[in-house]
Each structure stands twice: as structure tokens, then as C-alpha cells.
């Protein structure tokens, strides 16, 4: 006869049998979960360093020197970038599937780009100068609807650049504001007060807001007298279109004269040496610099000094520059030439 002890331990010793093997089962299973999961992610890091030991070699050379932190950031953007886009693809090609998307394969064109001025071409001008703006309007610059049609067939932009009374909001400005509202083709220098001595920085700020507000390949400063070929300056710009850094116009180079009272005082004249000669600039009445020229002007305006005038001035701000003079006699204003460019009221 069994005692009840000993039906006690069999009874525990069957629960434990019956009960094992679902342990061990349920203990197999999360193993095999673990184990695809570390594989699969060994897998992962496994094709991620091949991955990126592929762009090392490729971005710096096989690997002769370091990768940035940027590089790296990059390719990985560049990765998951690529996983969206076969994502949205997929998306896209299910989409179709569905009837959601048009299947037609020639969708419209873009509009065309707006093609970018060939120059942009400031009038030095200034108060009491109304009847020489009547002229330019009638010899080349045009008004109204033919203005807009220059802009836009021959790449040429055209404006009357002015600043402001030193006593703002006067007649004076007022005059202005009234031909402005009538012609439309002024540029007003809001920053600029007029005055006879400041053409050089008037000339500056000219440069420097064109630029911000043209882009343009070429910026020509030209003064209220001066009558310009528009044909022959697009012909002769788009010859040289392929040199970054030109300063075109008539060279020249003149005295410095040191006298108080004349009439081409240079009060800067010991700066110019014992000859006392200027260097080579272009001459005055009108020349022209290059987009990188105009931009360069535009960022340190602030510390490009001027001279008493404003073609010595310009010159001078392209000296130590890597900049290409161009000294085309058809820039020299003093009469009309054949294929001349300019020429002087």
C-alpha cells in the first residue's frame, strides 16, 4: 500500500512532465525569434558598412584620407532619400494601377525660363537734368511699351539713376517722383544724397544695388549726355561673355593734379607717387564691368574708398583684382564712329 506522500511526489512529478515540453517549445520560439533578429540586424550592418565603406573609397579617393562629418551626413541622407523615392514609386505604379493617375507619358512642359539681362545700364543723372533725360529717351532709351520690349528681346535694361534731396521730400523730389510715376524708368538711390562731389559714391551704390536687383551679366555705368548704340554695345558684350572678371571701356591714364582750386583737383594726389599719374582706369563717360565685378562691389561697398572722380575711383577698386581690362576704343564717347558704341552730347 502507497502512502499519501508518496502519490503526492508522483502527481508533482507528472505536472512537471506535462508541463515541459511546452516551456522548452515556448523557450525554442523566442530563441529563434532572437536569433533571425540578431541576424537580421548584423545583415543590416553588415550591407551599411559595405555600403558606406563603398561611398568612403569613392569620396575621398580609395581612401586616402579622411571622410568629413558632412560627407558622411550626406550619404546618409542620401540613402534614406533613395528608400522614399522607391517607396513613393511603388505608391505611385499601385496608384496607376487603380485608375488614380493619368497614364499619359508626355505631361505639359514647364513654362520657359526667363532668360537673364545681357546688361543693366545705369544714367547717371541728376536734378535740374530733366531736358537731358528727354533727349536719352528719344535718341536710345525709348519709354513706355518699346522700353519693356528692349528688356525683353535685346536683353538691355535701361534706368535713370538718381539719389535724393539732401532737404528730403522737397520739390525736388517731388519732381522726380512725378517723371518717375509718368516714364518709369528711374532707379532711385534712397540712400544717396546728391551732390555734385559724391559721384564716386553715387557710382558705387549704382554698382552695388544693380546688382541686388538686375541679375544681369553685365552693369554699364553711362552719363545723361552721352548717347549709346545699343546694337553695337549687345554685339560687343556678347563677345566677351565667356571671361568671368572684365572692366571694359576707353583706358586711359592722366594727370594728378595737386593744386587746390583747379579744376581736376585730386585731393588724395600723394597717394599717386612722385610721377603723379593716375593708373589705368576707363574713361568716364561710360564703361562697363562684369556680374562678378558688380557683385564684388556690392558686398564690400562699405570699405572701397573713392578718389575726387568717378572712373579714377572704379579703376582703382579693380586694381589688386585678377581682372580682365579691356581697352576698346569704341567705348571712347568723344564722337560717332563706325560700330562705335557712344558718343558725347
Given at each position: 500500500?502507497q502512502s499519501?506522500?508518496?502519490?503526492?511526489?508522483?502527481?508533482?512529478?507528472?505536472?512537471?512532465v506535462f508541463?515541459?515540453?511546452?516551456?522548452a517549445l515556448?523557450?525554442?520560439?523566442?530563441?529563434?525569434?532572437?536569433?533571425?533578429?540578431?541576424?537580421?540586424?548584423?545583415?543590416?550592418?553588415?550591407?551599411?558598412?559595405?555600403?558606406?565603406?563603398?561611398?568612403?573609397?569613392?569620396?575621398?579617393?580609395?581612401?586616402?584620407?579622411?571622410?568629413?562629418?558632412?560627407?558622411?551626413l550626406k550619404?546618409?541622407?542620401?540613402?534614406?532619400?533613395?528608400?522614399?523615392?522607391?517607396?513613393?514609386?511603388?505608391e505611385?505604379?499601385?496608384?496607376r494601377?487603380e485608375?488614380?493617375?493619368?497614364?499619359?507619358?508626355?505631361?505639359?512642359?514647364?513654362?520657359?525660363?526667363?532668360?537673364?539681362?545681357?546688361v543693366?545700364?545705369?544714367?547717371?543723372?541728376?536734378?535740374?537734368?530733366?531736358?537731358?533725360?528727354?533727349?536719352?529717351?528719344?535718341?536710345?532709351?525709348?519709354?513706355?511699351?518699346?522700353?519693356?520690349?528692349?528688356?525683353?528681346?535685346?536683353?538691355v535694361?535701361?534706368r535713370?539713376v538718381i539719389?535724393?534731396?539732401?532737404?528730403?521730400?522737397d520739390?525736388?523730389?517731388?519732381?522726380?517722383?512725378?517723371?518717375?510715376?509718368?516714364?518709369?524708368?528711374?532707379?532711385?538711390?534712397?540712400?544717396?544724397?546728391?551732390?555734385?562731389e559724391?559721384?564716386?559714391?553715387?557710382?558705387?551704390?549704382?554698382?552695388?544695388?544693380?546688382?541686388?536687383?538686375?541679375?544681369?551679366?553685365?552693369?554699364?555705368?553711362v552719363?545723361d549726355?552721352?548717347?549709346?548704340?545699343?546694337?553695337?554695345?549687345?554685339?560687343?558684350l556678347?563677345?566677351?561673355?565667356?571671361?568671368p572678371?572684365?572692366?571694359?571701356?576707353?583706358?586711359?591714364?592722366g594727370?594728378?593734379f595737386?593744386?587746390?582750386?583747379?579744376?581736376?583737383?585730386?585731393?588724395?594726389?600723394?597717394?599717386?607717387?612722385?610721377?603723379?599719374?593716375?593708373?589705368?582706369?576707363?574713361?568716364?563717360?561710360?564703361?562697363?564691368?562684369?556680374?562678378?565685378?558688380?557683385?564684388?562691389?556690392?558686398?564690400?561697398?562699405?570699405?572701397l574708398?573713392?578718389?575726387?572722380?568717378?572712373?579714377?575711383?572704379?579703376?582703382?577698386?579693380f586694381?589688386?583684382?585678377?581682372?580682365?581690362?579691356?581697352?576698346?576704343k569704341?567705348?571712347?564717347?568723344?564722337?560717332?564712329?563706325?560700330?562705335?558704341?557712344?558718343?558725347?552730347?
Amino acid at each position: 500500500m502507497q502512502s499519501k506522500g508518496s502519490n503526492y511526489h508522483r502527481n508533482a512529478a507528472a505536472g512537471l512532465v506535462f508541463r515541459s515540453p511546452i516551456s522548452a517549445l515556448m523557450l525554442c520560439t523566442i530563441a529563434a525569434m532572437a536569433s533571425f533578429y540578431v541576424a537580421g540586424r548584423l545583415w543590416q550592418d553588415a550591407e551599411d558598412r559595405v555600403y558606406m565603406g563603398k561611398e568612403l573609397d569613392r569620396i575621398t579617393g580609395q581612401g586616402k584620407s579622411a571622410i568629413s562629418v558632412d560627407d558622411t551626413l550626406k550619404i546618409i541622407g542620401c540613402r534614406e532619400q533613395q528608400k522614399k523615392l522607391t517607396a513613393l514609386e511603388m505608391e505611385l505604379a499601385a496608384a496607376r494601377q487603380e485608375g488614380f493617375v493619368s497614364k499619359t507619358k508626355n505631361p505639359p512642359p514647364p513654362p520657359p525660363l526667363k532668360k537673364k539681362p545681357l546688361v543693366m545700364i545705369g544714367v547717371l543723372t541728376g536734378f535740374g537734368r530733366k531736358n537731358n533725360r528727354e533727349v536719352i529717351r528719344k535718341a536710345w532709351m525709348t519709354t513706355g511699351e518699346a522700353l519693356k520690349k528692349m528688356e525683353d528681346e535685346k536683353g538691355v535694361i535701361a534706368r535713370f539713376v538718381i539719389g535724393r534731396s539732401s532737404n528730403r521730400g522737397d520739390s525736388l523730389d517731388r519732381d522726380i517722383d512725378i517723371e518717375d510715376k509718368s516714364h518709369n524708368d528711374f532707379f532711385i538711390l534712397e540712400s544717396h544724397v546728391e551732390a555734385p562731389e559724391e559721384l564716386p559714391k553715387k557710382t558705387k551704390l549704382f554698382f552695388a544695388h544693380a546688382a541686388e536687383r538686375w541679375e544681369a551679366e553685365y552693369y554699364a555705368k553711362v552719363n545723361d549726355d552721352v548717347y549709346v548704340n545699343i546694337d553695337a554695345l549687345g554685339s560687343t558684350l556678347a563677345a566677351h561673355i565667356d571671361k568671368p572678371r572684365v572692366y571694359i571701356g576707353c583706358m586711359k591714364s592722366g594727370e594728378v593734379f595737386s593744386e587746390q582750386g583747379q579744376k581736376w583737383y585730386e585731393p588724395d594726389w600723394w597717394k599717386f607717387g612722385d610721377g603723379k599719374t593716375y593708373f589705368r582706369h576707363a574713361s568716364g563717360e561710360m564703361f562697363v564691368i562684369s556680374k562678378a565685378l558688380a557683385r564684388f562691389v556690392s558686398i564690400n561697398r562699405s570699405i572701397l574708398r573713392t578718389y575726387a572722380f568717378d572712373d579714377v575711383s572704379t579703376g582703382s577698386w579693380f586694381i589688386g583684382l585678377d581682372v580682365k581690362h579691356i581697352d576698346d576704343k569704341k567705348f571712347c564717347c568723344t564722337s560717332w564712329s563706325t560700330g562705335g558704341i557712344c558718343a558725347g552730347a
